[in-house]
């Protein structure tokens, strides 16, 4: 039984470093997306100046 409830113990806690790994790649996804959007936009931005 014990040695069931260790399994269970190890799984979860495999489970919650995954959950970590995967919130901390979210959130370097979010700060690339955001840099690039940033640069799209600076690239328009110089583009429409140019034009004028």
């Known amino acids: 039984m014990t040695n069931t409830s ?3 113990q190890k799984l979860l806690s495999k489970a919650e470093g995954s959950i ?3 919130a901390q790649l979210q959130q370097a996804l979010a700060r690339l ?3 690039l959007s940033r640069k799209e ?3 328009v931005t ?3 100046i140019k034009r004028r």
């Open 46 to 48: 110089e583009m429409s």
């Open 33 to 35: 997306e955001a840099t």
């Open 41 to 43: 936009t600076q690239k």
């Open 20 to 22: 970590d790994k995967t």
């Open 6 to 8: 260790q399994e269970i």
